[in-house]
C-alpha cells in the first residue's frame, strides 16, 4: 500500500490561507489523491481528490507536483470551524480501501 | 436525514462481554466499512463487505464478526471484549459503481466503545 508524509501539525491565523503539505514518493500511476478532514468529535469527512491536474472545490484547492510525489491542500481562508485534522490518502484505482496515516492537525487562532 | 448512522453513540461494557454495534446508510451505496480510531487517534481499515459479501478483511481478531444483512446495513458484533478494544469505531459507505476513480466514503458520527 502506497505510504503519505504529512506535518504532525501545522498553525494558521483565521481569514489566511492555509498549504497543507503531503508527501507521496512511491505513489504508482494509477493512485488517486484523496484529503479527507476530521473534525473534533466526528467522523472524517471529504475534502477534495485529484489525479494528475489540479482540482477546486467549494471546500479547497488540491495542488499536484507534476512528478506527483507530493501534493498540497489549500484552503484559502481559514475559518475556526477548519480546525481538525487533514489525512492525505493514496487510492488505487479499482481498489476499495483507504490506508489512512497520522494527518495533519491545524491549528487556527483566531 | 442522517446519511450514514451508527447505534449505539456510547458503549459502556465490562470485559468477557459481548456486544454489537449496528451501522445504516440511506445514500443507496453499495460498500460499506467498518474502522477502528485508537486513542492514539490512528485510523485503520477493519472490513469491508459490497452488496453483502466480504471483500476486506484486515487481520483482525476472529472476536469480531462483521454482517451485512443488506446493502444498507452493516452490522459488527464483538465477542468476549478486551481493554484493548476500546476505540472509537466508525462506520463508512461509498459507491464503487460510480466510477473506479471517484469513491468517495461517507462516515457515520462513531460508537465510542469503553470496555472496563
Known amino acids: 500500500d502506497a505510504k503519505t508524509t504529512q506535518p504532525n501539525s501545522m498553525e494558521s491565523n483565521e481569514e489566511e490561507p492555509v498549504h497543507l503539505p503531503c508527501n507521496h514518493s512511491?505513489?504508482?500511476?494509477?493512485?488517486?489523491i484523496h484529503w479527507y478532514r476530521q473534525l473534533p468529535s466526528q467522523g472524517p469527512e471529504y475534502v477534495i481528490h485529484?489525479?494528475?491536474s489540479n482540482v477546486n472545490n467549494r471546500m479547497a484547492s488540491l495542488a499536484i507536483a507534476e512528478d506527483r510525489k507530493s501534493s498540497t491542500l489549500i484552503l484559502h481562508r481559514a475559518t475556526l470551524r477548519d480546525a481538525a485534522v487533514y489525512y492525505c490518502?493514496?487510492?488505487?484505482?479499482?481498489?476499495?480501501?483507504?490506508?489512512f496515516g497520522t494527518g495533519t492537525r491545524l491549528k487556527v487562532l483566531a | 436525514d442522517t446519511a450514514v448512522s451508527q447505534t449505539p453513540k456510547y458503549l459502556v461494557t465490562q470485559m468477557g462481554n459481548d456486544k454489537s454495534i449496528k451501522c445504516e446508510q440511506n445514500?443507496?451505496?453499495?460498500?460499506m466499512y467498518w474502522y477502528k480510531q485508537d486513542s492514539k487517534k490512528f485510523l485503520k481499515i477493519m472490513f469491508s463487505?459490497?452488496?453483502?459479501?466480504?471483500?476486506i478483511n484486515e487481520t483482525v481478531p476472529n472476536r469480531f464478526s462483521p454482517k451485512s444483512p443488506d446493502k444498507a446495513h452493516l452490522n459488527l458484533h464483538i465477542n468476549s471484549l478486551e481493554l484493548g478494544d476500546s476505540a472509537v469505531y466508525f462506520c463508512?459507505?461509498?459507491?464503487?459503481?460510480?466510477?473506479?476513480?471517484?469513491?468517495?466514503?461517507?462516515f457515520g458520527p462513531g460508537t465510542r466503545l469503553t470496555v472496563l
Open positions: 463508512a459507505s461509498t459507491s464503487v459503481t460510480a466510477g473506479a476513480q471517484y469513491n468517495e466514503q461517507f
Open positions: 512511491t505513489i504508482s500511476g494509477t493512485d488517486y
Open positions: 485529484g489525479l494528475t
Open positions: 490518502i493514496l487510492r488505487t484505482s479499482g481498489t476499495y480501501k483507504y490506508i
Open positions: 445514500l443507496g451505496h453499495d460498500t
Open positions: 463487505y459490497n452488496n453483502k459479501e466480504l471483500i
